[in-house]
């Protein structure tokens, strides 16, 4: 029952929206709108108003717009209507009356996501200003910022909040050169840094397509207190901890951060001791990896000097190898406990970013520069190819990685603050999500005909039924990004240029009036069968897809 309803409701406010918008064009045109309906079949309530009869019908799977001419050979109209068809009206009214149903798509999801992000409690707090952890290759650590820094201006703009942050760098062009960000170092008070953010490619892990994004090279989270040994002859080796250990407690006193645990080991008088307590996994299975419990042990670390002078000889975990697939290629070059250092001679060191230039050209061969035992080295590492039969998608490309990072949670919740510009927030947070969605539904079609994806990831009526009582079961938010994103693809789809759909008609009114006649009635009544035909194709083949899709998701 959630199924239907869910699917009633997504359908119909998808469709709905979509006619809406060609009966207002079609009205402020000054076309005679006939019937505005929601939902088909036989009206349940019905009423006019002025020239135009409003339906609630018995299917509420959407809803129509009948103007008047809208085809040709329509009845003649009345001396009192004459210039109020569809076709009396010039071509390119008639492209902006075909185009407003596809565009109130593309809007429509502007007025989901903002208000809703605007006006849920569960944004009331939002990562704040303060960098969590910062990237040694990056241009954030290579201008001077570091981990503890609250952001507080970016060229002159106050920065309260993490979101503010990231609006100053999405829009970044090269052209602009420096970033002029002002931060507040504790113990330091305010000083200014000159960044310039850095273009970083990521190739999209459905479709395949590369794009860049300028990046400054830090998060809001704090690394957690997770250590992977470095050096073996460092003070920390010495003490007797080993890499993937989290340090819980230094002299009884709790810790999570990985930078709490630089900080107070640095702070150390040579010679000083303390007690680390840290946790450490134990495999229950060697052939399970993951299956461990967990340890809690007591080591005494003495330092070797302050500051510079400590010798920890200690990394972060998060860029360490902690699982290997024995039967992958990455098992003749990586083992255990190895640290990437670099990647094709580009140093990170957190995983985030390393495993973001892992990802990015899954297909080529890499050059990573590995620790291993205090020493670097350089192995040839290239993905395995496979393809794998996915339950919705069919068969797709797949290059896995067949080894693992750091398993557990790497990162420490960062430090919220109240969210002050809650339309703000909204309207921007509305437009990024839109933007990407946008991009992948337009390379998704375009693939779809470029043979970049495969066909078999068509879908039809009832993969969405399926998605939409699966998102609505998982919730609110859930369910609206499953609308977002069918609101995008039905706008998109229908600007195709294919007859019966919107596109079709955008394209013949341009014909018209180019050529300042109409179409011979012949050719239209062609053009229509040919898409009639084209549409129908299409419906059974993604009805197909469904049936298959289906069977595999059951477990069939």
């Not at 590492?381 to 990685?401: I, M, N, S, T, Y």
């Not at 557990?408 to 909204?426: K, W």
């Not at 470029?450 to 039924?465: D, H, N, Y």
């Amino acid at each position: 029952m959630t199924s239907l309803l869910a699917f009633i409701v997504l359908i119909g406010v998808l469709i709905t929206a979509h006619e809406l918008g060609h009966f207002i064009a079609a009205k402020l045109a000054g076309v005679k709108v006939e019937v505005f309906s929601i939902g088909f079949g036989g009206p349940i309530v019905k009423t006019v108003r002025g020239d135009t009869e409003y339906r609630i019908a018995w299917l509420p799977l959407g809803g129509y717009v009948r103007m008047m001419g809208a085809l040709p050979g329509d009845e003649p109209p009345r001396p009192e209507d004459r210039g109020r068809g569809l076709f009396d009206k010039p071509p390119w009214i008639r492209v902006i009356i075909a185009a407003a149903g596809p565009a109130m798509n593309l809007i429509l999801p502007l007025l989901i996501v903002t208000p809703f992000v605007t006006c849920s409690a569960q944004y009331d707090q939002v990562p704040g200003n303060r960098i969590g952890a910062v990237d040694q290759s990056m241009p954030a650590w290579q201008s001077g910022l570091r981990e503890g820094d609250a952001i507080v201006a970016i060229n002159g703009e106050p920065i309260e909040a993490f979101w503010q942050i990231k609006r100053a760098i999405d829009g970044y062009q090269p052209e602009q050169g420096a970033l002029t960000i002002r931060v507040d170092r504790p113990g330091e008070g305010e000083q200014d840094f000159q960044v310039t953010p850095k273009a970083v490619p990521q190739t999209n892990p459905v479709l395949g397509f590369s794009s860049t994004d300028y990046l400054i090279g830090y998060q809001p989270a704090f690394l957690s207190a997770d250590v992977a040994v470095a050096d073996p002859n460092g003070a920390l080796a010495a003490a007797g901890v080993q890499t993937f250990d989290r340090v819980i407690a230094i002299d009884g006193q709790p810790v999570e951060r990985y930078l709490d645990v630089q900080h107070k080991l640095t702070a150390l008088d040579p010679g000083q001791s303390v007690k680390l307590r840290v946790q450490r996994d134990r495999p229950l299975e060697a052939q399970f990896p993951f299956l461990v419990a967990q340890d809690e042990i007591e080591l005494t670390f003495t330092a070797r000097g302050r500051g510079e002078a400590a010798q920890l000889g200690m990394r972060h975990a998060s860029t360490c190898v902690q699982s290997v697939d024995p039967e992958g290629p990455a098992a003749r070059v990586l083992q255990r406990g190895d640290c990437l250092v670099a990647i094709d001679g580009e140093s990170q060191s957190l995983g985030a970013f390393l495993a973001r230039r892992l990802d990015d050209r899954p297909e080529e061969e890499k050059m990573l520069t590995v620790l291993r035992d205090g020493a670097e080295t350089l192995v040839a590492f290239k993905r395995q190819h496979e393809v794998v039969d996915d339950p919705f998608a069919g068969e797709v490309d797949r290059w896995p990685l067949g080894f693992t990072l750091l398993a557990r949670q790497s990162m420490v919740a960062p430090d919220d603050v109240e969210n002050n510009h809650r339309l703000a927030y909204g309207w921007y947070e509305a437009r990024t999500k839109l933007a990407g969605e946008f991009e992948m539904t337009v390379r998704m079609i375009g693939g779809l005909f470029s043979r970049q994806v495969s066909a078999s990831q068509l879908s039809g009526p009832l993969t969405i039924f399926y998605l939409a009582g699966e998102s609505a079961r998982a919730g609110l938010e859930s369910f609206l990004n499953l609308m977002v994103l069918l609101s995008l693809s039905i706008g998109l789809f229908n600007l195709l240029p294919v007859p019966v759909l919107d596109g079709g008609q955008i394209l013949v009114a341009a014909i018209e009036g180019i050529t300042r006649r109409p179409l011979p009635m012949r050719v239209q009544t062609w053009l229509q069968n040919i898409g009639v035909a084209l549409i129908l194709a299409l419906v059974l083949f993604a009805l197909f897809n469904d049936a298959v899709r289906m069977w595999r998701v059951s477990g069939g």
